[in-house]
């Protein structure tokens, strides 16, 4: 659906009559990845397979029912950086629809969730949302925008081009539905919630009547009588990949339930803060917090962006493909293509829905976890032998490969790579680290977790019913490998994993080499691992250290600086993360610098350079050295401007 000029022109004069308080105390979790996608809606479609995909951020204990109390003790973690909050997130996943062949690919998302002081100016208490309130915000059958409406107000799309040369355009601008072109640096989906309680009611038949907008305008003002309570705001951006995709015209892009209007976005919420008074904090105690969560002090306490990047869903799901791996003849459940104004089509036939299963697959028999691990500090922890498959490594793959030379210790790193031994060799031991350093999932299976930079998920078999090989040369691979070189396999096609069969009695070298994926052997004695992070692929969301590189006056991350006494490598990394940045960097201690490139790079001794600690001792750089560190698999957004929703546009950094 297009609009007429009149109308935009409404629509735009409607953006500037709003009220916002861009820099009022508000936090963003950025980059917040979901925890799970897959066509569960517990709040409208309880208790049975829901009608559309979605994409879903926050704890891991979603499942196709909610109570507060499920969700906050069900789930082990969450995808936001602050533990505590284990509530859910959730908007319909968007589809790119191939012209050619008809098919739908999930297009990758992430999201950017707000909590914003607004109204307080009218003299409304601000508070925490309540335990047990769910939300809907948009309607997935609504085909029109009415630009006096506040609920339509809420929903809004922006295109992201950081070259700035259709700055001023107004087929650019902010609009309530999809674009008619291609976005160089994706799209931004926008949903801001109501922020007036009725006081009384979780919930409502509709999902929507015991809340309401506020009465000046969709993101702020004084609430309503019928509506007295004033819960903190909450705004979502979804950043879709829409980049990563060809535009062929209307219709390219798809919600889940079919629209290709982006008029039916929807957003739905499900508290789950196992301590609201954190919320409390924020709303009275953060007069200094304008985006970055490490300047509320009580959340900053206790952030933990690691935890979020290795939290995995545990629950079950749709017994169905979701269109991430392979694109989909049908969106899944009873969804035709949309198009225009008219009555959603309906189905050809129903079928019955498919059968829930589990995430989480058993061990094999005779086999446990141990946990996570280091590697070792002279070389590889387990020597035995190697393989790698960078299309469907999991746990049990490398348990099977390890039990089937005899091994009786597995551990799966850089979520492909498997390492076998009889021992731990070369400076490591059976003492684990961190859960969360164990960051990356598998990348065989997104729900398992497969070690991590320099980490270990090790398994262990007493008795895994093979003997060892005597030597190398009995390997029967075809194609064997060292875990030190880099794989010369292709992580877009399957294939074979190389494997490599080393003696449990080899000597391990002593000469550090990179510790990427294993490619053709030079030699069958082990090497070390390398203090420089492995080029092999990460979890989507998971920041990894790139090295020490030097600073110059002109600066080598321009993107958005920020400095405090309290810096902490976790507090850049949410900075840089809430602004889009795919680099963050840390210099003297507690300088932070975001950036999506480096000038002129240059690196330097690690050890040497990049020496002084910030304040929670961990090392943050050194003078005009910067300890450097990358995201993978995340999504860009522009350092120049901030979206507190349609109405309220900030162009100053936060």
């Not at 299963?357 to 028999?365: K, M």
């Not at 390398?530 to 030097?550: E, F, I, M, N, R």
């Amino acid at each position: 659906m297009r609009f007429s000029d009149s109308l935009r022109a409404h629509f735009v004069l409607s953006a500037l009559l709003a009220l916002p308080l861009v820099n009022g105390v508000h936090v963003i979790f950025g980059g917040t990845r979901p925890v799970v996608t897959t066509r569960l809606d517990p709040i409208v479609n309880a208790g049975q397979v829901g009608s559309h995909m979605h994409s879903i951020a926050g704890g891991n204990g979603f499942k196709n029912t909610y109570s507060y109390e499920a969700l906050t003790s069900e789930s082990t973690c969450t995808t936001i950086v602050v533990p505590q909050d284990k509530s859910n997130y959730w908007t319909p996943s968007i589809y790119h629809h191939n012209a050619n062949d008809g098919t739908f690919s999930l297009m990758p998302a992430s999201f950017n969730i707000y909590y914003l002081v607004r109204g307080d100016q009218t003299g409304d208490k601000i508070v925490a949302p309540p335990p047990g309130l769910v939300m809907v915000a948009g309607d997935p059958n609504r085909r029109t925008y009415n630009a006096d409406n506040h609920a339509d107000q809420a929903v809004s799309f922006v295109c992201l081009d950081y070259s700035g040369s259709h700055n001023g355009d107004p087929d650019w601008a902010e609009r309530p539905d999809f674009f008619d072109h291609n976005c160089p640096n994706g799209m931004r989906a926008q949903i801001f919630f109501p922020a007036c309680w009725d006081g009384k009611n979780l919930d409502s038949a509709d999902h929507k009547s015991h809340m309401a907008y506020p009465i000046d305008a969709y993101n702020n003002g004084k609430c309503p009588d019928t509506h007295p309570v004033h819960i903190i705001s909450i705004f979502y951006e979804m950043i879709v990949s829409t980049d990563q995709f060809d535009y062929h015209g209307p219709g390219t892009w798809v919600l889940a339930n079919g629209d290709t209007t982006g008029l039916g976005f929807h957003g739905d919420f499900a508290m789950g803060w196992t301590d609201p008074g954190l919320i409390t904090s924020l709303i009275n105690d953060c007069p200094n917090a304008a985006g970055n969560v490490a300047d509320c002090p009580a959340l900053a306490a206790v952030m933990d962006s690691n935890a979020a990047s290795a939290c995995r869903f545990n629950g079950q799901i749709v017994d169905e493909p979701v269109g991430d791996k392979t694109p989909l003849t049908a969106l899944p459940g009873c969804n035709p293509v949309w198009e225009g104004t008219g009555p959603k089509p309906t189905c050809d036939g129903t079928s019955a829905p498919p059968p829930m299963s589990g995430t989480q697959e058993p061990l094999l028999a005779g086999w446990s976890n141990i946990g996570c691990i280091a590697e070792g500090t002279s070389g590889r922890a387990l020597t035995g032998a190697s393989t790698v498959d960078a299309t469907g490594m999991t746990v049990n793959k490398c348990a099977a490969f390890c039990a089937g030379k005899g091994f009786t210790y597995a551990g799966i790193e850089w979520s492909q790579e498997c390492y076998c031994g009889n021992s731990l060799v070369n400076g490591a031991s059976k003492n684990t680290v961190a859960d969360e350093q164990c960051s990356n999932a598998c990348a065989g299976n997104q729900f398992e977790t497969c070690g991590g930079p320099q980490r270990l998920t090790l398994i262990y078999n007493p008795t895994p019913g093979q003997a060892p090989p005597a030597s190398a040369s009995s390997s029967t691979s075809s194609s064997s490998a060292s875990p030190s070189s880099p794989a010369k396999t292709s992580s877009t096609t399957t294939s074979s994993p190389t494997t490599l069969v080393i003696p449990p009695s080899s000597v391990a070298s002593s000469t550090p080499v990179s510790s990427v994926t294993p490619a053709k052997p030079t030699s069958t004695t082990p090497a070390a691992p390398s203090s420089t992070p492995s080029s092999s692929p990460s979890a989507p969301g998971t920041w990894v250290a790139d090295g020490c590189v030097k600073d110059t006056a002109s600066r080598t991350l321009q993107g958005f600086s920020t400095s405090s006494d309290s810096m902490t490598i976790a507090t850049c990394q949410s900075t840089c993360d809430s602004k889009g940045f795919t680099y963050a960097g840390l210099e003297f201690g507690k300088e932070c610098y975001c950036g999506n490139e480096l000038v002129d790079r240059v690196d330097i001794n690690q050890a040497q350079q990049c020496y002084m600690t910030c304040s929670d001792g961990k090392k943050c750089g050194g003078t005009w050295a910067i300890s450097l560190f990358k995201k993978n698999g995340h999504v860009a957004r522009s350092q120049k401007a901030r979206h507190f929703g349609r109405n309220a546009h900030a162009h100053a950094s936060l």
